[in-house]
């Protein structure tokens, strides 16, 4: 009866479980267990939520492990936490702490402009960001075992999330209604491997779990996201940057599952106090967009 | 004359719910998400699936659940979350629960993800072959009252056990394609036999 570690099944096994969940960042013990009170299925633990990394500049990199272990101490459920694209050392690290999930992400400041890592070499799963459909199969192709549709972190502001996760939604759409005779063509438009898109085409969705990401700042943002058709939440500045953090957090989670019950949508959302402070996409300059990052 | 099928409800708060109800749709049940109390009414059977027990714990006592299925009397299948859920003891936690089976478990026993596996048991209840079971952050059954039948050990450690029609699984029998244990589980309800064997079965 030998047991078989960090297989796929094991690696995508952990995101199923998260469906239909709220995922926060956190930057203290502190904020880990009134995310995990609020109801959150799992926490990212960062040095700095995104809106703090885009008002700091610079280059912005993995927490200090001292951060992470103080976390993984304080809770009980799953801890994630981002390693930048490329920084295969950083994640080689992340995976002695024994954290539960990495993120290769674009929050970071990239350390490899041309590769992401192989994340087959890992035991932890990884998730990363995608915009498209060929984005998110080259990251499953390197091994990522759970997918997150990029928005734009950090700025309280839903547009982007929306406009990637229908892009995914489009590119799947796109696959299941060509003729199969078409799909090594797709498949070199989209630049992804053959057999994944075979595989898009014949289960009508993604292989792995997709949770949106980036910009959610309000329950009615939450549960948009989820009609869209994701599997879950990313919540960044979101909870934390906001007036009342554990009510806005329970609120979201509260949305995340009842996201197709306008009713319970406007209960949760009353008295929530001031949102995070939003930020308009144009406003940012075109290097300080981190949904580019990534290849 | 054509028995109609069981109804069998997955409780659709957070987790693995589309696996389970896939798996049961394969086995020819009828199926129901039951995201309200009310939706309770309609069900022979309810399954508490895999994910994260205190998020699920939490919204189960928020929105009525623990409350309306404190006297539950139909056939319950707990996995993973859902076991930690069914058990009266869990080690070193006060988080909400049904705590309707005579359990004590301790979670996250085998290890973070990082230790996570899969791995061939013997379940003699499913027959000879064994069942490849998927342990996600799992629990254990610590103890067992004895009321409790243990129907499967990983390691000397207790990981499927049932009381009367009540069935717990440490592991996730609703991400592998072998649908033996959804079936044992369908056994549990007075009119199983008439099932059909779904065409789809590997």
């Known amino acids: ?35 995990e009170r609020a109801g959150a ?26 951060i992470i272990a103080a976390i993984m101490e304080a809770v009980t459920i799953p801890v994630m936490a981002k390693a930048r694209i490329g920084h295969f050392v950083e994640a080689q690290i992340l995976e002695a702490l024994g954290v539960d999930y990495i993120d290769e992400s674009e929050v970071l400041t990239p350390a ?21 459909l060929g984005e998110a199969l080259r990251r499953i192709a390197e091994g990522a075992a759970m997918v997150r549709t990029k928005g734009e972190p950090g700025t309280g502001n839903v547009v982007e999330a929306v406009r990637h996760l229908r892009a995914v939604n489009a590119g799947i759409r796109r696959v299941v209604a060509a003729p199969e005779e078409e799909m090594p063509t797709v498949a070199k438009e989209l630049g992804a491997p053959l057999e994944l898109v075979l595989l898009v085409r014949r289960e009508g969705r993604l292989p792995v779990v997709n949770f949106s990401a980036g910009g959610i700042a309000t329950p009615a943002d939450a549960a948009l996201m989820m009609q869209l058709g994701a599997d879950g939440i990313f919540v960044g500045s979101g909870v934390f940057k906001s007036k009342d953090p554990e009510a806005r957090g329970r609120a979201i989670v509260r949305a995340v599952t009842h996201y197709r019950d306008p009713a319970v949508l406007a209960e949760v959302s009353k008295d929530l106090g001031e949102a995070m402070p939003g930020l308009e996409i144009s406003a940012l300059r075109p290097e300080e967009r981190m949904q580019e990052r990534g290849w | 004359m054509v028995a109609t099928p069981p109804r069998v409800g997955v409780l659709d708060l957070q987790g693995a719910v589309r696996e389970h109800l896939r798996a049961f749709e394969r086995c020819g049940a009828l199926t129901v998400a039951v995201k309200r109390t009310q939706d309770l009414a309609g069900v022979d059977a309810l399954v508490i699936p895999g994910g994260e027990s205190t998020a699920i714990g939490r919204l189960m006592q928020e929105y009525g659940f623990l409350a309306a299925l404190a006297g539950w009397d139909r056939p319950l299948f707990g996995t993973c979350a859902g076991l930690i859920l069914l058990a009266r003891q869990i080690n070193d936690s006060s988080q909400p629960r049904l705590g309707l089976m005579d359990l004590r478990v301790e979670r996250n026993a085998f290890g973070r993800q990082r230790e996570s596996f899969e791995a061939d048991l013997e379940v003699p209840v499913l027959g000879e072959a064994a069942f490849r079971a998927v342990f996600i952050r799992a629990p254990y059954i610590q ?25 717990a699984a440490a592991f996730h029998p609703e991400l592998t394609d072998d649908l033996r244990l959804h079936r044992y589980f369908l056994s549990l309800l007075p009119w199983c036999q008439q099932l059909p064997d779904s065409p789809d079965e590997s």
């Open chain 1, 1 to 35: 009866m030998a047991a078989e570690q960090g297989t796929l099944r094991v690696k995508r096994g952990l995101a199923e479980m998260l469906k239909g969940g709220v995922i926060m960042d956190v930057t203290t013990p502190e904020q880990a267990i009134i995310a």
């Open chain 1, 41 to 66: 299925v799992a926490v990212m633990a960062l040095e700095r939520v995104p809106a703090d990394i885009r008002a700091a500049g610079g280059v912005a990199r993995m927490a200090d492990p001292a």
């Open chain 2, 143 to 167: 103890e067992a009252g004895a009321g409790v039948q243990v129907l499967a050990r990983f390691e000397g450690k207790i990981v499927l056990a049932r009381q009367g029609a009540f069935l």
């Open chain 1, 112 to 132: 490899d402009e041309a590769h992401h890592i192989d994340k087959h070499a890992f035991t932890v799963p990884f998730v990363c960001g995608a915009r498209d």
